[in-house]
């Protein structure tokens, strides 16, 4: 289950379909299920096959985008496929179906193309279908190479003896009981296919599901079960470097209901449930007076700690997982929390979906609010426009890739555009109160209501003004695309930087539309000096005003006049407003 | 045509005439129509008569007769001085057209000149701005404006008040840059890094104290420039490994990379040692890179020849033998300000059979580590040790018998060296040509005598704040070759020893008499005499020095910085100076207390090279004179 965090979304709902038909026995019948997309409905049909059916989800994936060869394909998939069983013993009889198996390939994608060169004329006008099928025959040759390579790596010593020596069930497909992990020397290798893949496969598009399917078509594929190797969060779980000897610890195993039940501490006068025995004690304080004393609120734990206890550890229910302690390489859980959280993100749904991204999807909320932390601050852009959330991964990108650059925030950009046609801006640089920045080539990309707009230019924001304070309305543009906030307007009051303040305070008031309660905002400002301050705050939907506070050092010489911009992300840095520093 | 062609190659033959006389009207068979003298430096073309001239009006313009070939010849023979030029220009139309044409280089005094002076030299490839203390936009518009296709450098390094924009429209429109030096634009962001970027066949690049831009502007460069040989990223604070590391992997053509006070660590070392090309790196103040990072670079570079690790402070020598060992072509190297050097760094300097330079100023040297190192390396042409502490006799002594070659020494306030060192060095280095012993407190008239008798072919002395007397100076100025002579804060010389320096150093280029308190009229007269190719002279705060000096002064024509800080002239030696030097750039006329209006307004009718004049009481007053550079 563990690759399923891996997969995009249509491989990991694929794969728990199956998943619900073959081992219910793990799960609670009435489990929700992860409501599918409507991009991976074609799914839909493959309900009720076997793991061994599963194996070239390649040609399925392709079925489903096209419909006439779905026939002749799926009765390749019925038959039984000895390819997928590169990590068995070795025997002749085996290669030899492989190979043979390859060979039929090879002719179906031949049948194929011939069809394309014979139809030719009648695919002019379909173009359609004429890229589907040139995506057909390039995910079937990935399939080919990749079944070739993972054949011929059965034949090498090392894997081989590996193999024979870890996998002694191995070829007993559907017992549950005998589990075997993928070696790391197929992991490497499946890595190596990703790259041979990603050269062959120049067509863009669903590479990368094709890619990622094909990896694990060969992982489920080779296994009775989709269980696999713990992955780097498991590790999180506690066991990390510990390398207790098998039988020198207690090993406990609770219940699924044990662990996903949301109290642990239950009273046993009035039955309520607590999470933290802590909040018990608290509540049993109630009962009476016996409760009160400061034996009974003690931690019970430190008085029996007197006797030296045996060490304790925890074994994972699910059958089959590499935590639970029928699994050869059994690696046991350190505490209770650590078994919570690893089966609630090994063997649970994942019920909470990222707000913002709506893709991410988490079974415990503390990953989501890690995750949403850092989601849609990918800041580092290339002109290509791959987003990174890290510096060095997109230099890394750069480095690799012929003609890539890395892109320089938005704003900036804009008025590169504007300046190939020589309109050339002299005030902006260090005249103080002639703001006039020209940003006419900035209307492609923000959909800017009219009504707002009228005010930008109506309001007399920009006259002098004698108040303190000048007012600004400003209107932060955001992409309709992303957030489907299109209509959610802010207008913005900003009011009165002093000068020589400690401290710049800004007060930017307005009506928030937005079905979102809180989420950060990045507020941009910059001064006609060229000093570009970046804050970040909370909005809050129900509060009119919102203030903040720009230390003075980055503010540094005496700016005459100041421009601010909101918005959610760096990249999307719209139009900024200018508001004067009185 | 025949007699023009004869011309071409008359001049073409003669490197560097004197005086070129072209007479066009001296009648048909002269043998002889272009002559040369070298008695003055100027093109003289003179016509039989003028009044003959003007009688044959039917006839053409004289001048006109001499092709554009033969004037572009006259013209490349000028290049020394920029008021021939504006001569030659003002002899007619022709002249006039042919001087704009072949105008390569320019430096504009102001850029609000620019347009009409870009009218005027089309083809103008070398603009350098560095004395426009504000270039705006438009002015650099204009530029792409004009300079399409001739334009290959421009210098904006002093100037301020562009932005990108009028980066981006010199890089879009002059395609043939290749130079670009942005050093000291303090406010331009990445966005004038991605402008440069645009510029595809850049090949150096100055951005010192752009501190502005970061990682991300140097890579749209490291991704754009890919043909760049010089990348100057000095004080760039923005920057770290990875655009140094992203620069490495796109523009393998660099030949210089200076990533002085870049906060750099040793994680883009290996790939920028990885440039095939490398030759010369500079890592001055990167305090980032330390022993252990340095030794963790595996990377060779077989190319790389100038290394400078000044001020490094947390590299000692465990690290910089580890990246010395990588590095075997090493030609010089630098290490200023380094902890100490010791017999264990000085022996890593072994393995390298190219070295020719050490510069070690400010280190504390031991006389053991100054023995290894003179057994370590093969032949030095060049040493610094300025400012080194524990430099002794004995350590020097050994080391100059062992490198007989020594060209360029650098003993500045070493003050523990004697006699004993000079008679070393005067006797081993026989080919010395540069010798700085600026505070050598302890050197005696001997030492002296020893230098102005056997080092025959040095041409720069600096003798400052030392115990010289006329008797000293009388032997130094056996050296017949000094070009630059300082001898400030030596207070025992008096005029005589001035006299023989004059009679013995014909020339002499630059002299130091700062606060040399015994010099009177009488010595800088004869020095003035005898010192024709006088260009920088140094007088301040000699009291005695008048206006008398000043009027000698005015004989030496090449004259362009004068520095008579509080000396007792007035205004009539400066009106003299004024008149007499024309090339003066730089004057330091402070606590002058005897000057007045007359004299700076004289000063301003003459001088209009001046470009820095020193008054009191304002600190600098930067006076540019009003009409263009020409």
């Known amino acids: 289950m563990v690759p399923e965090r891996r997969r995009p979304p249509e491989a990991s709902s694929k794969s728990s379909s199956s998943m619900m038909s073959e081992s219910p026995r793990n799960r609670k019948p009435d489990l929700p299920f992860t409501p599918f997309d409507s991009t991976n409905l074609w799914c839909g049909d493959r309900h009720g096959r076997s793991f061994l059916e599963f194996s070239p989800p390649l040609v399925t994936q392709s079925n489903g985008l096209f419909g006439p060869d779905r026939e002749t394909k799926s009765k390749n998939q019925h038959e039984p496929s000895p390819v997928d069983d590169p990590v068995m013993d070795w025997n002749p009889r085996l290669m030899l179906s492989n190979l043979s198996f390859l060979e039929q390939k090879i002719h179906q994608v031949q049948d194929i193309v011939r069809s394309i060169i014979s139809h030719e004329d009648q695919f002019l006008d379909q173009a359609n279908e004429l890229a589907a099928q040139q995506q057909l025959v390039t995910a079937d040759l990935t399939y080919i190479i990749i079944q070739l390579i993972s054949t011929a790596g059965t034949l090498l010593p090392d894997i081989k003896n590996a193999l024979l020596s870890t996998n002694p069930a191995v070829g007993r497909p559907g017992s549950n009981q005998k589990q075997h992990e993928i070696l790391p020397v197929e992991v490497a290798k499946a890595s190596q296919y990703d790259s041979l893949i990603k050269d062959l496969n120049s067509c863009g598009g669903k590479e990368d599901e094709l890619i990622k399917c094909s990896n694990n078509s060969g992982v489920e594929a080779s296994e009775p079960i989709p269980i696999e190797d713990h992955d780097t969060k498991d590790n999180d779980d506690g066991m990390d470097g510990e390398n207790l000897p098998p039988g020198s610890y207690e090993v406990l195993q609770l219940e699924e209901e044990e662990i996903l039940a949301p109290h642990t501490h239950f009273c046993l006068i009035c039955g309520k449930g607590f999470k933290r025995d802590a909040n018990l004690r608290m509540h049993m304080r109630g009962h009476g007076d016996e409760y009160k004393s400061p034996a009974a609120l003690a931690k019970p734990s430190k008085e029996a700690s007197i006797e030296p206890q045996p060490i304790r550890r925890y074994s994972c229910p699910f059958v089959g997982c590499k935590r639970n302690k029928e699994h050869k390489k059994f690696q046991p859980l350190k505490t209770i929390l650590c078994v919570k959280n690893h089966y609630k993100r090994s063997h649970c749904d994942k019920s909470y979906t990222c707000s913002r991204c709506r893709t991410k999807k988490f079974s415990i909320i503390a990953d989501l609010k890690t995750h949403e932390k850092h989601c849609g601050r990918d800041k580092w852009i290339c002109s290509c426009g791959t987003t990174f959330s890290r510096k060095d991964k997109l230099f890394g990108h750069v480095a690799l890739f012929q003609g890539h650059a890395p892109a320089i925030p938005m704003d900036d950009a804009k008025v590169l555009v504007t300046s190939d046609k020589a309109q050339v801006s002299e005030a902006s640089s260090g005249m103080p109160g002639n703001m006039d920045y020209n940003f006419s080539g900035n209307t492609s990309l923000d959909a800017q209501s009219p009504d707002l707009k009228g005010v930008d230019d109506g309001h007399g924001c920009f006259s002098p003004m004698t108040l303190d304070a000048c007012n600004i309305w400003g209107l932060a543009e955001f992409p309709h695309s992303a957030y489907e906030v299109s209509e959610s307007t802010f207008s913005f009051l900003a009011t009165v930087p002093f000068k020589g303040m400690e401290k710049i305070k800004f007060q930017a008031a307005g009506m928030m539309n937005c079905s979102e309660q809180h989420y950060p905002v990045i507020i941009y400002i910059r001064s006609n000096k060229g000093v570009q301050v970046e804050t970040s705050i909370m909005t809050d939907a129900h509060a009119r005003t919102v203030s903040f506070e720009v230390p003075v050092y980055s503010w540094h010489l005496n700016p005459t006049s100041a421009e601010i911009s909101i918005c959610r992300t760096q990249h999307e840095r719209g139009k900024y407003y200018k508001c004067r520093i009185t | ?630």
């Open chain 2, 1 to 630: 045509m025949a007699k023009s062609r004869d011309l071409c190659r008359r001049i073409d033959r003669s490197d560097g005439f004197a005086t070129l006389t072209l007479d066009l009207f001296s009648g048909s068979p002269n043998p002889n129509p272009c002559s040369y003298s070298r008695s003055a430096k100027r093109v003289r073309v003179s016509c039989a008569s003028p009044a003959a001239s003007a009688a044959e009006e039917n006839r053409s313009n004289p001048f006109d007769s001499l092709s554009e070939e033969i004037l572009f010849l006259i013209l490349d023979r000028l290049e020394s001085d920029p008021l021939d030029k504006k001569s030659f220009s003002l002899v007619c139309r022709s002249f006039y057209a042919a001087e704009s044409r072949h105008r390569r280089a320019l430096t504009p005094l102001r850029s609000g000149l620019l347009p009409a002076a870009l009218a005027r030299y089309p083809s103008v490839s070398r603009l350098d701005l560095s004395l426009c203390p504000s270039v705006t936009d438009s002015a650099l518009a204009s530029v792409g404006g004009a300079l399409r296709s001739s334009l290959r450098s421009i210098d904006l390094s002093r100037s301020r008040g562009f932005s990108y924009a009028g980066i981006e429209i010199v890089a879009v429109n002059c395609a043939a840059l290749v130079e670009i030096n942005l050093s000291n634009a303090t406010d331009l962001s990445d966005a004038a890094a991605a402008a440069i970027g645009r510029v595809r066949n850049l090949e150096k690049l100055w951005l010192a104290r752009c501190k502005m831009v970061t990682d991300m502007g140097i890579g749209c460069i490291a991704v754009g420039c890919q043909k760049l040989r010089l990348l100057c990223l000095k004080w760039c604070l923005g920057i770290s490994d990875l655009g140094v590391g992203l620069v490495a992997v796109k523009c393998k053509q660099l030949r210089s990379l200076d990533l002085s006070f870049v906060p750099i660590t040793e994680k883009c070392l290996p790939a920028v040692l990885q440039l095939p090309h490398l030759e010369d790196l500079a890592l001055v103040g990167c305090l980032s890179i330390d022993d252990e990072g340095l030794m963790s670079v595996k990377q060779e570079s077989k190319s790389l020849q100038v290394l400078d690790m000044s001020n490094c402070q947390h590299v000692n020598h465990a690290g910089f033998s580890s990246l010395l060992s990588k590095t075997p072509g090493l030609h010089e190297i630098s290490l200023a300000y380094y902890c100490k050097v010791t017999h264990s760094l000085a022996s890593s300097l072994q393995k390298l059979y190219n070295l020719q330079s050490i510069k070690l100023d400010g280190c504390e040297v031991t006389t053991s580590g100054l023995k290894t190192m003179a057994n370590s390396c093969r032949s030095l042409g060049e040493l610094s040790l300025s400012k080194c502490s524990g430099v002794t006799d004995e350590g020097l002594s050994f080391f100059v018998t062992k490198h007989k070659g020594l060209v360029k020494l650098d003993v500045t306030c070493c003050r523990n060296i004697t006699d004993l060192s000079l008679a070393s060095i005067t006797s081993s280095c026989t080919s010395l040509t540069n010798l700085s012993m600026e505070s050598c407190i302890l050197v005696s008239r001997e030492g002296f005598r020893l230098i102005g008798q056997r080092c025959h072919l040095l041409e720069e002395l600096d003798l400052t704040d030392n115990d010289l007397d006329d008797a000293g100076l009388r032997a130094i100025s056996g050296c017949r070759n000094l070009s630059v002579l300082k001898i400030g804060i030596c207070l025992k010389i008096s005029d005589e020893g001035l006299i023989h320096v004059a009679k013995g150093c014909p020339n002499l280029q630059e002299l130091d008499l700062y606060r040399s308190v015994g010099i009177t009229d009488i010595g800088v007269m004869a020095i003035a005499r005898g010192c024709p190719l006088l260009q920088i002279i140094n007088l301040s705060y000699c009291t005695e020095v008048t206006d008398y000096s000043l009027r000698s002064l005015s004989k030496c024509s090449n004259l362009n910085t004068l520095e008579i800080r509080g000396c007792q002239v007035s205004s009539s030696g400066l009106a003299a100076v004024a008149a007499g030097c024309r090339k003066l750039t730089k004057l330091d006329i402070k606590k002058c207390y005897f000057v007045d209006d007359a004299g700076m307004l004289l000063l301003a009718r003459f001088s209009q090279n001046l470009r820095q004049v020193e008054l009191e009481p304002s600190e600098v007053w930067k006076q540019q004179s009003q009409e263009m550079h020409v």
